[in-house]
Structure formats: C-alpha cells, structure tokens
C-alpha cells in the first residue's frame, strides 16, 4: 500500500549537506511537491514487499513471499496493517498522501473492508486527497472480479489486473488460478467500474511461447484491455518449481535472443496502438501512467506497511535527517507479533548515504523513457550536475556516440534502442558515478568544519 | 659396486614417468587426521612407533653401538615398483621383522608421511630406515632408502640410489610387468645395482606367478627362479627376501680409515633444528660436536646431532663409513644443504663426490595466487616446498591478466599435480594454475642475435618470447621415449592414438601371450596434457604409460595468437605445432566464447598465425539487456547487483574496447578440469 504526500519540513535530497547548506534549501524548495509512498508491489514483482502476503496457491514462476493462508485472520492483519501504517505515518510525519497501493500476494483475497478500514487509518492520519491515486491488485478469478464493485466502494480508484496470459495452457503451466476468459470478463468489469484507470499486466517468454504466438496475443489484449499495460519478461528465479523444471530439462523457455525479438515486437505494436512507452515495462496511453509507480523511478519517497514490504523515507518523527531503505519482517505470523507488540514490524533499516542515494536515482531514473531531467538530479545532487559527474567519462563519451544514451539540455536519458541494454550501461556510469561523488563528500566533509 | 655410482646416476635418464596413480587414490589412514597440523613435525607424526617421537629417543641415547657394524655387515638397498605393486607394505613388513616399528594392523605404509602420499598412494619423497636383521648370527645393519616409485620423481629415486648397491624390483603377481617397471629397471641397470625381483600380492585370487616369472625372463632377463614370490600383505616369504638382501646384494665399499666423507643425498627443513642432512658416509667416521665443512660453501659447521632413521630419527653419537643417518648442523637456510654436495671434517680436506646434476624442469606452468593479496604468502609457501624439492626451478613471471606470479618447472605432470597439491594441503595456498607447457629450442640465425643471446641455440620457456621465423633456422622440441604396456585387445585403439598424437611407432613386443610393450618416439608436448588420461579410458584403465627424455628434435613450430576485435593478447600467445594449429585455436576460441560474457557490441574471437586467421568464433552482441520489472521491493536487490557489477568491472581487464573478466583468462589458461 502507497500513499503520496507532502512534506512538512525537511527534503530529504539534502540530508547530506552541512545544517547551513541544508537549512537554505529546505525552505528553497518548501513549495515543492515531495510525495510520499506507502507500500505496493505486483504480482509478479521479485522482491518480497506486500500488504496482504496470502495467495490461495502459489505460481510457478513467483519467489515472492507469500504464504498459503490455513485459517480465516482477516481481522488480525486488518488490525496490524492498520497499526503499523498509524506508526509509519507518524514516524514518516507525512502530511498529505496522494497514492495508495495494495499489492501481493494477492490482496483481491482481503476482504473489501478491510481495505476500506486501511485507507481510513490513513486519513485519519495524513490528508488523503480525493484525488489520490488508490491501486489495488486483482487476480482476475471470479471471486476477484465479484469483489470489484465493493472494492471501489471502499476508496479504490484504480486496478491493476493479473492477466499475464491469454493461452489457457500456459496459464497452468504458470500455475495461475484463472483462465483467460475469466481474465477478459474481470478486465471488463473493472473498466465498467473505473473507465481509464485499469492496467493489465502480461508476461513474455513463457515456456514454448514463440514470437508469432506473443504477437497474435497482444494484439488480442490489446483489442480488450484499457490504457495502461505493463510487459514483463518471465524471470527464472532460484527456488521456484518453475526454475527446477527448466533445470532438469521437462520444461524450455525461449532463448535470449528470442525474447529480445518479442520485447522489440512488443513496443512496435503498442507504440502504434497509440501506447507509449513511459518506462522499460510500463505502456500508457491518454495520459494513464501509473502516478505511484513513477514516484519509484523519480526517486521519491515511500513507505512500506505489511510482511517483507519495503520503504524509503526519513523517519523525521524520531528526529531522523538520512533516508532510509527499511525492510519489514518477512512472516506473517512473526510480523503479526511484531506490529502487536511494538507497533511495526521493520526488520531492517540501512541508512542511504548521498552516493547511495544517487546511485538510485540514477538506476531509476534512467528506467523512464524521459530519464533524468538536470533539475531533478540538481535537487539531490545540488553541487555536481549531470555534465560534471558524466560528461567526461571516455566509456559514456562511446555510449553517447553510438546513441545509446542521450545528454542534452534536457538531462540524461536512453535512446529507444539504448533502453533495451540499459543494465549494461548501469555499470559503466555507476562506476563513473562514484568516481567523481566519491571526492565532492570529502568536500562537503571538510566545509562541514571551517568556521562561517 | 662403490659409492661412485652416483656419477653414472647423473647420466641416467632422469626424465620419466608414469601416471599411473589416478586409479589408486586411497583412504587416509586414521592417523592421517593430524597430517596437516602435525607437517612441521615429521618425526613426530608417526604414531606407532616411538610414540613420543623425537623427545623419547633422545633420552635412550645410543641403544645401538653402530660400531658393531663394519662395512661388510651394511647392505644399502631401495625398492622400486610400479605404482601399487606393494612397494610400500613390503616396506612396512621389512621395519616390522626388524624390529624398527611395532607390529600392529595400523603399519599402512608408513614410510608415506605426506598427507598426498596417502591420499594418491604414492611416494612422493624419499625415506629412509636402517634396519638391524640378524642372520646366521650375525648382526646386520640394512639401510632401506624408500624411493619415489613414480618416474616423475626419478630425481629422487636416483639420489636414492646413489646411496644403494642394490634394489628390490617388485611386481604384482597378477598385473605383471607394467610401464613403470620396466622404466625402474633400466633405471637400477644401467647403475649396475645388483637387482633381485620380487613377485608380490602371490595370495590374490587371479595371481600368477609363473606368467609373471617369465615375462620377468623374457624382458629382464633375468632367469625365473631368482624371483622371489611373497605376499607383502600377510608377510607370507618376506623373510626371504631380508636373506636375499644380506646374500645378493655387495656391501658398499667404504673404509672406516679413510678421513671422513659423506655425501648429502636429501634434506629437509624443520623449523626448529634448521636443516636436516641426509647423509651415507663413504669414508671415515663422524661424532657429534665434530667440525665439518661443506665442499660446495668451504663453510664450516659444528655437528649438533647425528643419528640413523629406523625411520624415526635416533640420535646416535657416531656414524661411520658405509652407513646412512641425517645430521643436523645448524644450517639455516636450506641454500645451504645443497643436495649432492660432500662433507668432510675440518683440517682434513678430501676430494669432493661428483654430486649431482641438477634436474632439467621439462614442464613448465604459471603459477598465480587466487588473489594478489596472497602472494606474499604464496611467495614463502612456494620457497619453503622447494626447499625439500630442489627440482622444482622457480622462476617470477607476472600476467596482466593474472598478477604477479611465478613460472615453475617441473620434472613431469605428476610432479606438477603434487606440489600443487603440497601447496594447498601444507600452506593452505589457493592458486590458479595454467595449463603446462615445455621448453622449446630455436637455432637462431642472425649473428646479432646470436651475441645477444651469447649462444646460438635458446631455449624458449615464455611463448611470448618465441622468435620469428625470420631470425632462426630451425625450431626444435622436446621429445621423450614412451613405453606402453597393454593387453593386447586394445593395441589398435592406442596404436591411432599415438598416430594422432604424432607418435612414431619404434618397437613392439609380446611379453607374453596377451600383453604387449610398445615403444614409441612422442614430442613432449603431445603428451603433457591429457595423452594419459586418454589412454587411460580407451583401456579401462588396462594400460600403463611411462617416458624418458629422448632430446630435441626439429619441428614446425609456430607462434599462434589469439585476437579479440583484431587486438592480440599477449597472456594467450601458444606455441603450436603447425599440424595442430588449426584445432589447438579453435578449442581456445571456443573456450574464450565461452567464457567472456556478452558485450553491447559484437566480439570477433580469432586465432591466428602471422596475418592469418584460422579460427573464428562471435560473441554476439546483446540485444537486450534490462531487467523487466522494477518496483519499490525490487531496488535493494538490483542496486547490489548493479554494484556487484561495477565492481567488477574495475577488475575487467581491456583488450581494445572488450572487457575481459579474469575468470575467462583462467579457463581458457588452466589446465582442464579431470
């Protein structure tokens, strides 16, 4: 679950500087939007952040953490969601939140209610404008798709639909508990309720899946689905039943450059379906991008409430100045007790110093098709600009030759063809990235002393 | 039969071997718990002997008068075999009858004390035992000097035999003759050691006896019923063999009047006492606190301690002429036990013994620490294992590839195999090994080469350095004698083998009616890798193989480079035979293919001889590369990824514009895997 908000008083991008410097800027830039985020995931995202950590049965493919629920307790992770997002929300001291996302496991199994008891606690806490964003991940099985109409009824104003595929044959492969029609009706029914703001999510380089079949089949998505799309390519994680079947041979997944053909394949089509690419998996068109999701790669903050979620925020109510990348217990039942006992169940907090913070922007930004603009990257990197930290750096002078990756008066961002090989790029500039903000802290560290 | 055989030993083929060890890896003993831990104390790692070791026999002082023993009542001998012919339990039989070690059923081989001797079963350093065998009442002292079996080692095994006058040649009763034996054999002959055979393992099911006498008969000659048939194992005739000992074998000939004169013929290093001599008296006699000097320094040392090996080390206060002991004099550094180098007392200078040559390395390997922080250690490592194995030639390379390391040589591949295994097992050292090469020869043509070089012929070690066509007359490579023992339903399986190997065919005989010896002329180079794994499996494991040095020989060798995007690297220059060429690059182009990870461009992955190529593999390009979804849960684990990967790019080495990580170096370098 996400919420957006406006800060109060510190922005965090400058936690880094000496208290003078820091001071100037905070009250620079009070009037900008800052947002805040509380938990989200997708179904089929690979690291364990969710709000309702329960699937009925568990996907081949998915290494997310999630638990087969034994008994009925709904009420009791009602109940602690709503405490530790009470706690966060008082320990972020966020003021105003402008999207909310319930992801998975498989929040379409929560009870409509407990949704609504969720978003209530938020705004009794922080102001939850009627604007906000409130996504909510559905498996699109009957039992979802029946529950849509309450759902919106308890606040949520956008879905997120779990089609991943169409072939009825692969889904089972893919353990899925839905069929493709199923699908189809679920995705109708949520258009019904909220006309625009339905995104589907469908998978490539499933088992057997040829490039002829990926196309045929998005096109057929595409004739139903709404204004928002997200493409994931398959993964083969460690652990899964899926990774063991491909290992010992019974099951074959498409090589490299066979994916490669159907993610080339794939933005074709959607961008002459009058979807544009806004990031490296996600297509929107009519302006329908996913306002929560954006707020990751621009580098925002967010809080993280449920087992395994993850956040990123200054927890301004103890005082604190540092980001920080907080993890929450894993186990549901461990993380129940946990919230119980003390209020919240985060299990890890690491500290973002100024080159780590950087080092994400930098990784997310450039995952937007806009990439970085100059007076974002100024915001956390006041002293260094984008030309300083990367202009003179022989291995980006080659990917900028090749037009791969583009730097202008705009900012930094990949080409069309370069955002297909950004994880090779990555290196490279982190690598120069730290060369050059390695020596600008020691500078810092030394104004941070001299008397003025 | 004198002490001066050690000049001929000098002129014995020493490069041989067999690699025979492979099938015969073996249980450690239970004791073998405490080899690593116990290395630095040898004498103490034996346990059923004299329990408390050193400690112990030095509070019983001289319970043996060794001047009971003159000349004639000492007999030097050493036993050579084919791996697992049972070598080593005959030996463990030999100190039990004597008396030297205590009879229990946990006398495995105990002369093996390496923890790599056990676990391969072989005998990797020479040990020594006097023995006291009363025969027809009289006292007699039986110096066992234990030899490397294995060829590699023939270094070892002909210092060892410096010391003998004779030798027991032991064979399986069911195995028969094999390579090794025969190559021992020649080894023991051609010193002139009075040689008695032994048939071993007589109590197995399938032994044979009779068919091993003759073959003995036929190839040896020497006439069946000089063979002695035992069962080392139940003990069954080992006393036969101590009378044949006392009766066959020539005591040395040594005079207790002549000034003192002792060649060193091993050594080793202990941490606490310095350096250990092992010496055989060839004149004279020696006390503690006697002042010696050393021939090959002219420095002078006071006898600390001296004793026999029964094997432990047993002090004694004398040696004297004929026999065998270790002596410690205070020698710090072990540069200064030379091996073969001769001592005599101070003020009583004596002609020095002619010691010996030092071995040629005929295999040659870089030698990388894992990690450069390591080489340090790896440095003192390496220098304190060829302390105890002065064959091993030592020379610093450095790899841009790999770091500093070395460039050893080695005597052959086993060899190679078990200090590299010393080295990880007693200093803990993790390396990284390259793939063996041999020495190379060009006759060079240019007169300024010539006196640049101050010879006309060089021996090349480094490709690197290999010279141009241009400049030389002719190339030559080293070559080696193989024998290859087999039953015969496999001879035409090994017969194309050789012939793909570049094997010339110059001998083949019938030992007996199923087994067949073939001789054949090999260039070292086709042999060194893996011809004796191979030959190994086309047998089931039937046959053996063994070698000797046969000298140079000219060959069309030629300098093969490796280029990525048209850009050489030097760490990957291979020496080649020009008929091999074209499969030598295509293996090491695919190797490389497959090791260097996919770039954002496309990586032409060439061999090449001069201009031309003769092997192309593509590392194609990526055409994608991002990983498909990334959400607020998904960042803590890219970022450490992404990290991970520029980290690692620091390390990357350039070749052009082609990141080469260090691992593709390593496997394309590195010996294969077995």
């Known amino acids: 679950?996400?919420?957006?908000?406006?800060?109060?008083?510190?922005?965090?991008?400058?936690?880094?500087?000496?208290?003078?410097?820091?001071?100037?800027?905070?009250?620079?830039?009070?009037?900008?939007?800052?947002?805040?985020?509380?938990?989200?995931?997708?179904?089929?995202?690979?690291?364990?952040?969710?709000?309702?950590?329960?699937?009925?049965?568990?996907?081949?493919?998915?290494?997310?953490?999630?638990?087969?629920?034994?008994?009925?307790?709904?009420?009791?992770?009602?109940?602690?969601?709503?405490r530790e997002t009470e706690t966060l929300l008082r320990l972020s001291q966020v003021s105003c939140i402008t999207s909310v996302f319930f992801g998975g496991g498989t929040p379409s199994l929560a009870h409509p209610s407990t949704i609504a008891a969720v978003l209530q606690t938020v705004s009794r806490w922080a102001r939850l404008s009627d604007k906000a964003e409130v996504t909510l991940e559905v498996n699109p099985t009957p039992v979802g798709k029946s529950k849509l109409e309450d759902y919106c009824r308890a606040g949520v104003n956008r879905f997120s639909i779990g089609v991943q595929s169409l072939q009825d044959e692969d889904l089972k492969i893919l353990g899925r508990d839905h069929s493709s029609h199923q699908a189809l009706q679920t995705v109708e029914e949520a258009r019904r309720l909220c006309p625009g703001r339905v995104s589907v999510d469908v998978m490539f380089g499933r088992p057997k899946q040829s490039v002829e079949s990926w196309e045929n089949e998005l096109s057929e998505l595409l004739r139903v689905c709404d204004d928002h799309v997200s493409l994931y390519q398959l993964t083969l994680e460690r652990g899964t039943r899926l990774f063991k079947q491909v290992l010992g041979g019974e099951v074959t997944v498409p090589a490299e450059d066979v994916t490669a053909e159907m993610y080339r394949c794939a933005r074709r089509t959607l961008q002459q379906r009058g979807f544009l690419q806004y990031e490296v998996s996600n297509f929107a068109r009519h302006k329908a991008a996913s306002h929560h999701n954006t707020s990751y790669w621009k580098g925002r903050q967010y809080i993280g409430v449920g087992p395994g979620a993850h956040g990123r925020f200054v927890p301004l109510g103890e005082g604190g100045v540092h980001r920080e990348a907080r993890t929450q217990t894993l186990e549901p039942d461990v993380?129940?007790?946990?919230?119980?006992?003390?209020?919240?169940?985060?299990?890890?907090?690491?500290?973002?110093?100024?080159?780590?913070?950087?080092?994400?922007?930098?990784?997310?930004?450039?995952?937007?098709?806009?990439?970085?603009?100059?007076?974002?990257?100024?915001?956390?990197?006041?002293?260094l600009g984008l030309r300083e930290v990367f202009g003179t750096s022989r291995e980006v002078q080659e990917l900028l030759q090749s037009g791969q990756l583009i730097l202008d008066d705009r900012g930094l961002r990949c080409s069309w063809d370069g955002l297909v090989l950004l994880d090779s790029m990555l290196p490279a500039l982190l690598v120069e990235l730290e060369r050059q903000i390695g020596p600008s802290l020691q500078r810092d560290h030394h104004t941070d002393g001299s008397p003025h | 039969?004198?002490?001066?055989?050690?000049?001929?030993?000098?002129?014995?083929?020493?490069?041989?071997?067999?690699?025979?060890?492979?099938?015969?890896?073996?249980?450690?003993?239970?004791?073998?718990?405490?080899?690593?831990?116990?290395?630095?104390?040898?004498?103490?790692?034996?346990?059923?002997?004299?329990?408390?070791?050193?400690?112990?026999?030095?509070?019983?002082?001289?319970?043996?008068?060794?001047?009971?023993?003159?000349?004639?009542?000492?007999?030097?001998?050493?036993?050579?075999?084919?791996?697992?012919?049972?070598?080593?339990?005959?030996?463990?039989?030999?100190?039990?009858?004597?008396?030297?070690?205590?009879?229990?059923?946990?006398?495995?081989?105990?002369?093996?004390?390496?923890?790599?001797?056990?676990?391969?079963?072989?005998?990797?350093?020479?040990?020594?035992?006097?023995?006291?065998?009363?025969?027809?009442?009289?006292?007699?002292?039986?110096?066992?000097?234990?030899?490397?079996?294995?060829?590699?080692?023939?270094?070892?095994?002909?210092?060892?035999?410096?010391?003998?006058?004779?030798?027991?040649?032991?064979?399986?009763?069911?195995?028969?003759?094999?390579?090794?034996?025969?190559?021992?054999?020649?080894?023991?002959?051609?010193?002139?050691?009075?040689?008695?055979?032994?048939?071993?393992?007589?109590?197995?099911?399938?032994?044979?006896?009779?068919?091993?006498?003759?073959?003995?008969?036929?190839?040896?000659?020497?006439?069946?019923?000089?063979?002695?048939?035992?069962?080392?194992?139940?003990?069954?005739?080992?006393?036969?063999?101590?009378?044949?000992?006392?009766?066959?074998?020539?005591?040395?000939?040594?005079?207790?009047?002549?000034?003192?004169?002792?060649?060193?013929?091993?050594?080793?290093?202990?941490?606490?006492?310095?350096?250990?001599?092992?010496?055989?008296?060839?004149?004279?006699?020696?006390?503690?606190?006697?002042?010696?000097?050393?021939?090959?320094?002219?420095?002078?040392?006071?006898v600390n301690e001296l004793?026999?090996?029964?094997?432990?080390?047993?002090?004694?206060?004398?040696?004297?002429?004929?026999?065998?002991?270790?002596m410690v004099t205070g020698m710090k550094d072990v540069k200064e036990a030379q091996i073969g180098d001769t001592l005599y007392l101070k003020e009583q200078p004596v002609e020095t013994l002619p010691g010996f040559k030092p071995a040629k390395a005929m295999v040659f390997a870089g030698m990388f620490p894992t990690d450069q922080s390591d080489y340090p250690g790896l440095r003192s490592a390496i220098e304190r294992l060829t302390l105890n194995d002065s064959s091993v030639t030592v020379q610093r390379d450095s790899s841009m590839a790999l770091g500093a390391g070395w460039r050893l040589g080695f005597l052959g591949l086993l060899h190679m195999e078990v200090f590299n295994q010393r080295l990880e097992q007693e200093y803990n050292a993790s390396v990284i090994v390259t793939a063996p090469t041999v020495p190379y020869k060009a006759v060079l043509s240019s007169p300024r080469l010539i006196k640049e070089h101050g010879s006309k012929e060089i021996t090349i070690v480094n490709p690197a350095q290999f010279p141009d066509r241009s400049v030389v007359s002719e190339y030559l490579e080293p070559m080696v004698l193989g024998t290859i023992l087999s039953p015969d339903s496999y001879t035409g399986k090994i017969m194309s083998l050789c012939l793909n190997r570049r094997g010339i065919q110059k001998n083949m005989v019938y030992i007996d009616d199923k087994r067949v010896m073939m001789k054949y002329l090999f260039p070292l180079n086709e042999i060194v890798v893996d011809f004796y794994d191979l030959l190994k499996s086309l047998s089931s494991g039937y046959a053996s193989f063994d070698y000797e040095n046969a000298g140079y020989q000219a060959a069309d060798l030629i300098k093969m480079n490796i280029l990525l995007n048209g850009q050489p690297v030097e760490e990957l220059i291979t020496i080649v035979h020009r008929g091999r060429a074209y499969s030598a690059g295509k293996a090491m182009c695919e190797r490389l293919q497959d090791s260097i990870p996919r770039q954002m461009f496309e990586i032409a992955v060439q061999a090449s001889i001069g201009s031309k190529v003769i092997a192309r593999e593509t590392i194609k390009a990526y055409r994608k590369n991002v990983l498909a979804k990334c959400y607020g849960g998904d960042i803590t684990r890219k970022m450490k990824l992404l990290k991970k990967q520029a980290e690692g790019k620091k390390k990357m080495r350039l070749i052009g514009n082609v990141e080469v990580p260090k691992d593709a170096f390593i496997n394309v370098l590195k010996r294969k895997d077995k």
Request: hydrophobic share 40%; with cysteine; proline share 4%.
């Open chain 2, 307 to 326: 004793g026999i090996l029964r094997p432990d080390e047993h002090p004694t206060q004398k040696l004297f002429a004929g026999q065998v002991g270790y």
């Open chain 1, 1 to 82: 679950m996400f919420v957006y908000g406006t800060y109060r008083r510190i922005s965090d991008p400058f936690c880094n500087n000496s208290l003078t410097n820091s001071l100037i800027r905070v009250i620079k830039h009070l009037d900008m939007h800052h947002n805040y985020i509380l938990n989200r995931k997708s179904p089929s995202s690979s690291l364990p952040l969710l709000q309702w950590p329960y699937c009925l049965r568990r996907c081949s493919y998915c290494n997310f953490n999630k638990y087969i629920s034994r008994e009925d307790n709904d009420h009791i992770m009602t109940e602690c969601i709503q």
């Open chain 2, 1 to 302: 039969m004198s002490f001066s055989l050690a000049t001929r030993w000098c002129d014995a083929p020493l490069m041989r071997r067999v690699l025979q060890f492979k099938g015969y890896r073996r249980k450690i003993q239970s004791c073998n718990n405490m080899t690593y831990t116990l290395f630095r104390h040898r004498w103490m790692k034996r346990l059923p002997v004299f329990s408390s070791g050193l400690k112990m026999a030095s509070t019983q002082t001289d319970t043996i008068d060794l001047s009971k023993f003159p000349v004639d009542r000492i007999r030097n001998f050493c036993i050579i075999a084919h791996i697992d012919h049972g070598k080593s339990t005959l030996a463990d039989r030999l100190l039990e009858m004597t008396g030297a070690i205590v009879k229990t059923q946990k006398n495995k081989q105990v002369l093996d004390k390496l923890q790599v001797e056990r676990e391969r079963g072989i005998t990797v350093k020479a040990q020594t035992a006097s023995l006291i065998y009363s025969h027809q009442g009289q006292q007699y002292l039986l110096n066992l000097i234990d030899t490397p079996g294995h060829v590699d080692f023939s270094y070892e095994v002909s210092r060892s035999i410096s010391a003998c006058q004779g030798v027991l040649l032991i064979v399986d009763a069911n195995q028969g003759i094999q390579a090794q034996t025969v190559a021992n054999f020649y080894l023991a002959f051609e010193a002139q050691l009075a040689i008695i055979p032994v048939i071993n393992k007589i109590d197995l099911k399938n032994a044979d006896p009779e068919r091993v006498a003759s073959q003995i008969e036929k190839v040896f000659d020497i006439p069946c019923n000089e063979c002695i048939r035992i069962s080392a194992k139940l003990g069954t005739n080992v006393e036969a063999v101590l009378q044949a000992v006392v009766d066959r074998i020539p005591p040395p000939v040594a005079s207790i009047d002549d000034p003192f004169k002792a060649l060193v013929f091993d050594s080793n290093f202990d941490h606490y006492r310095g350096v250990v001599a092992n010496i055989a008296v060839f004149g004279g006699r020696v006390r503690k606190g006697d002042r010696i000097v050393s021939a090959y320094l002219g420095k002078s040392y006071e």
């Open chain 1, 335 to 383: 993380w129940i007790r946990e919230v119980r006992q003390r209020g919240h169940g985060t299990r890890r907090r690491i500290q973002l110093g100024h080159l780590e913070l950087l080092e994400e922007v930098l990784v997310m930004g450039l995952r937007m098709t806009d990439g970085i603009n100059h007076e974002h990257w100024e915001m956390f990197s006041p002293h």
